[in-house]
């Protein structure tokens, strides 16, 4: 009665015709509103949202893909990735546990097209006597296709491909011209902005006597500037696997075209330590100013994680980070290089590079090795397949089944690479304003983007001089972050502290692991010239007490072998913290990032003994810790 009465007193006080529109007077609110935005989503201007993508992915028309077996094409990948059910080359039915919301589809830039004109018997493919070859053996199948596959890849990676059919399958021919206008119309169809953006890219597919020096371009813009400008191949008398002939396209691209493109390379652990070089490049020729900023200007990233091995650092190279060794390969780049020797390692990882940039600036007055990390599969399936228990192998002939395990990737003179060391990985969240092509590419060149090795976990990490905990006591603590420093990929702002802050966040997976911990890995420069590197452990789960010498106990692990499984029993859904340097010289050049550190969950080799029954050579690695690496915050006098 009580409350029906004050009711009735609101309705006659407030009483209006229905037709009129209530509005108070200003004078009525005032001293009321602060004149600032209630709502902390107003007037928002940082990008808000994180999108799951890859950055590399081959399908049938890339030349080894369509050798090894896949017949599907760039519709297979699209669809998958949007989220559709399609059936792989080796006739399973597959799905992803979620849809991506974007991919960019990176064909081989050489060879473009050649391998159905090779399956078919073409006449210029039998005009040639390594094509007549090579399409015999393939229309037999079998072990001699694959004889021929190899035959085919190891001409290609020593430069001994007949000119004819090189120049067949280069820009300016019909051929070539008709396959990239069929790839790039392809991409266009996918492309939906605001619901999942479809890339043009191709893979200059640079190798030097088999040494790894691939780069991914990466554009910023439709059709028609896309298809101005054929790719560039790496083959004479057409093309050049030289670097600096690859920067020189990117500049004649965007000058002719008034277009926008980047690249990022990948694989520096396949390179034979010519990837990140500091002295001599492989040409002969000197590291040189040229060099230097050319490199700086066209390469913001660089993949740090995917199929062929984790490239962020090597036990070697970082013996006291106890997570160094995470599916390292160094054995070489398949049987197409010579063996690995240890002093190549230095100019092959990520971290490394990161140090040597900082010498390379103090001479050049540029660093070209201020990258932020991307994470890709380079599956050459046509399948975006980076999750452990959903995934479908490098090639087609890697795609799930009893014995993909046991039989080698490759094994050759100079090292193996056994079938159960290939990695599920990885993908990269990009932190933007929304989902299209130009919001995705801004972001991915103003580096604010992160690589994870297939977990899709959200990481925020933030540099700054004021940073405290009563920042982290919010559910947004992105918006102290912005306002108060620079996100990662960024350049710290003046000093106006004794040392640099940082505020990182990271939350679980929703359908994923638990988190273990979260590290801070800082590399610097010291007045004498000498490098160093130091990782610390910022935030942990479940009250661990670090031992003598500040280790961290491990974490534990609930993973089940029997039953391919694990449980969130240990590590936390959520770490956050805000960290000050404890060993910070104002006088020297650093820089900072995150990495995220899952709890202990089965590899794909784990899901295929329990689901297919296969057998597991002794030796495979059936456990990991997947994490996640943001780009680095850098530090400058």
Same mark, same amino acid.
């Given at each position: 009665?009580?409350r029906?009465?004050l009711?009735a007193?609101?309705?006659?006080?407030?009483?209006v015709?229905?037709?009129a529109?209530f509005?108070?007077?200003?004078?009525?609110?005032?001293?009321?509103?602060?004149?600032?935005?209630y709502?902390?989503?107003?007037?928002?201007?940082?990008?808000?949202?994180?999108?799951w993508?890859?950055?590399?992915?081959?399908?049938g028309? &890339?030349?080894?893909?369509?050798?090894?077996?896949?017949s599907?094409?760039?519709d297979?990948?699209?669809?998958?990735?949007?989220?559709?059910?399609?059936?792989?080359?080796?006739?399973?039915?597959?799905?992803?546990?979620?849809?991506?919301?974007w991919?960019?589809?990176?064909?081989?830039?050489?060879?473009?097209?050649?391998?159905?004109?090779?399956?078919?018997?073409?006449?210029?493919?039998?005009?040639s006597?390594?094509?007549?070859?090579?399409?015999e053996?393939?229309?037999?199948g079998?072990?001699? &296709?694959?004889?021929?596959?190899?035959?085919l890849?190891?001409?290609?990676?020593?430069?001994?491909?007949?000119?004819?059919?090189?120049?067949?399958?280069?820009?300016?021919?019909?051929?070539?011209?008709?396959?990239w206008?069929?790839i790039?119309?392809?991409?266009?169809?996918?492309?939906?902005?605001?619901?999942?953006t479809?890339?043009?890219?191709?893979?200059?597919?640079?190798?030097?006597?088999?040494?790894?020096?691939?780069?991914?371009?990466?554009?910023r813009?439709?059709?028609?500037?896309?298809?101005?400008?054929?790719?560039m191949?790496?083959?004479?008398?057409?093309?050049?696997?030289?670097?600096?002939?690859?920067?020189?396209?990117?500049?004649?691209?965007?000058?002719?075209?008034?277009?926008?493109?980047?690249?990022?390379?990948?694989n520096?652990?396949?390179?034979?330590?010519?990837?990140f070089?500091?002295?001599?490049?492989?040409?002969?020729?000197?590291?040189d100013?040229?060099?230097?900023k050319?490199?700086?200007?066209?390469?913001?990233?660089?993949?740090?994680?995917?199929?062929?091995?984790?490239?962020?650092?090597?036990?070697?190279?970082?013996?006291?980070?106890?997570?160094?060794?995470?599916?390292?390969?160094?054995?070489?780049?398949?049987?197409?290089?010579?063996?690995?020797?240890d002093?190549?390692?230095?100019?092959?990882?990520?971290r490394e +590079?990161?140090?040597?940039?900082?010498?390379?600036?103090?001479?050049?007055?540029?660093?070209?090795?201020?990258?932020?990390?991307?994470?890709?599969?380079?599956?050459h399936? &046509?399948?975006?397949?980076?999750?452990?228990?959903?995934?479908?192998?490098?090639?087609?002939? +890697?795609e799930?089944?009893?014995?993909?395990?046991?039989?080698?990737?490759?094994?050759?003179?100079?090292?193996?690479?056994?079938?159960?060391?290939?990695?599920?990985?990885?993908?990269?969240?990009?932190?933007?304003?929304?989902?299209?092509?130009?919001?995705?590419w801004? +972001?991915?060149?103003?580096?604010?983007?992160?690589a994870? *090795?297939?977990?899709?976990?959200?990481?925020?990490?933030?540099g700054g001089?004021?940073?405290?905990?009563n920042?982290?006591?919010?559910?947004?603590?992105?918006?102290?972050?912005?306002?108060?420093?620079?996100p990662?990929?960024g350049?710290?702002?003046?000093?106006?502290?004794d040392?640099p802050?940082?505020?990182?966040?990271?939350?679980?997976?929703?359908?994923?692991a638990?988190?273990d911990?979260?590290?801070?890995?800082?590399g610097?420069?010291?007045?004498?010239?000498?490098?160093?590197?130091?990782?610390?452990?910022?935030?942990?789960s479940?009250?661990?007490?670090?031992?003598?010498?500040?280790k961290?106990?491990?974490?534990g692990?609930?993973?089940?072998?029997?039953?391919?499984?694990? *449980?969130?029993?240990?590590?936390?859904?959520?770490?956050a913290?805000?960290?000050?340097?404890?060993?910070?010289?104002?006088?020297?050049?650093?820089?900072?990032?995150?990495?995220?550190?899952?709890?202990?969950?089965?590899?794909?080799?784990l899901?295929?003994?329990?689901?297919?029954?296969?057998?597991?050579?002794?030796?495979?690695?059936?456990?990991g810790q997947?994490? +996640?690496?943001?780009?680095?915050?850098w530090?400058?006098p």
């Amino acid at each position: 009665m009580f409350r029906h009465s004050l009711f009735a007193f609101a309705l006659t006080t407030l009483a209006v015709p229905a037709t009129a529109q209530f509005k108070p007077s200003p004078e009525s609110l005032q001293g009321l509103y602060p004149g600032k935005a209630y709502s902390p989503y107003a007037q928002r201007s940082f990008p808000s949202q994180v999108f799951w993508g890859d950055t590399h992915l081959h399908t049938g028309y &890339s030349m080894d893909a369509g050798l090894f077996g896949n017949s599907t094409g760039p519709d297979t990948a699209f669809q998958l990735a949007r989220g559709e059910e399609v059936e792989s080359a080796s006739g399973q039915p597959i799905k992803l546990a979620r849809p991506l919301d974007w991919l960019v589809l990176t064909e081989h830039s050489d060879g473009m097209g050649m391998i159905f004109d090779l399956q078919k018997g073409a006449p210029n493919i039998l005009a040639s006597e390594q094509g007549k070859r090579w399409s015999e053996a393939i229309q037999q199948g079998g072990d001699a &296709s694959a004889a021929a596959a190899l035959d085919l890849i190891t001409n290609f990676s020593q430069g001994t491909m007949d000119e004819a059919l090189i120049v067949d399958y280069s820009p300016g021919s019909p051929i070539y011209a008709s396959v990239w206008d069929d790839i790039v119309n392809t991409v266009e169809k996918y492309n939906e902005p605001g619901r999942f953006t479809a890339f043009i890219g191709y893979e200059w597919t640079s190798l030097e006597k088999g040494n790894n020096l691939h780069r991914n371009v990466i554009y910023r813009d439709d059709a028609d500037k896309a298809l101005q400008m054929q790719p560039m191949v790496t083959q004479p008398p057409v093309g050049s696997n030289d670097p600096m002939d690859f920067y020189n396209w990117l500049e004649d691209y965007e000058a002719k075209t008034g277009g926008q493109v980047f690249a990022l390379a990948h694989n520096g652990n396949l390179s034979n330590g010519i990837m990140f070089p500091t002295e001599t490049r492989f040409t002969g020729d000197p590291v040189d100013e040229a060099y230097v900023k050319a490199r700086a200007k066209w390469e913001p990233l660089y993949e740090i994680t995917q199929i062929k091995g984790d490239g962020e650092t090597h036990p070697r190279l970082s013996p006291d980070d106890e997570f160094a060794d995470y599916e390292t390969w160094d054995a070489g780049n398949l049987d197409l290089s010579s063996a690995k020797t240890d002093d190549m390692l230095q100019r092959e990882y990520a971290r490394e +590079a990161l140090k040597q940039g900082f010498m390379l600036e103090k001479k050049f007055g540029v660093n070209p090795y201020k990258f932020g990390f991307s994470g890709a599969t380079d599956s050459h399936t &046509s399948l975006s397949t980076a999750d452990s228990d959903n995934y479908f192998g490098k090639a087609t002939n +890697a795609e799930p089944s009893t014995t993909r395990a046991t039989h080698p990737f490759t094994e050759t003179e100079n090292g193996i690479f056994p079938g159960w060391s290939l990695v599920a990985s990885g993908y990269t969240g990009v932190w933007a304003e929304d989902n299209t092509r130009a919001s995705l590419w801004d +972001a991915m060149v103003r580096r604010e983007v992160y690589a994870t *090795t297939g977990p899709r976990m959200a990481v925020r990490f933030f540099g700054g001089w004021d940073f405290d905990d009563n920042d982290l006591r919010s559910r947004q603590p992105a918006f102290r972050g912005y306002e108060k420093g620079v996100p990662m990929g960024g350049d710290m702002r003046p000093a106006t502290s004794d040392a640099p802050t940082f505020m990182v966040y990271a939350l679980r997976d929703p359908i994923g692991a638990n988190l273990d911990r979260i590290q801070i890995v800082k590399g610097w420069i010291d007045d004498a010239g000498e490098l160093h590197e130091k990782v610390y452990d910022v935030a942990w789960s479940d009250d661990r007490t670090p031992r003598d010498g500040g280790k961290l106990p491990p974490v534990g692990s609930t993973v089940d072998i029997e039953a391919a499984n694990y *449980t969130n029993t240990i590590g936390a859904s959520e770490l956050a913290t805000v960290w000050a340097d404890p060993d910070f010289d104002p006088a020297q050049q650093a820089f900072y990032y995150a990495r995220v550190i899952e709890i202990p969950t089965p590899r794909w080799v784990l899901y295929d003994k329990i689901r297919l029954g296969a057998e597991l050579p002794e030796d495979a690695v059936l456990i990991g810790q997947e994490r +996640a690496y943001t780009s680095p915050i850098w530090y400058k006098p």
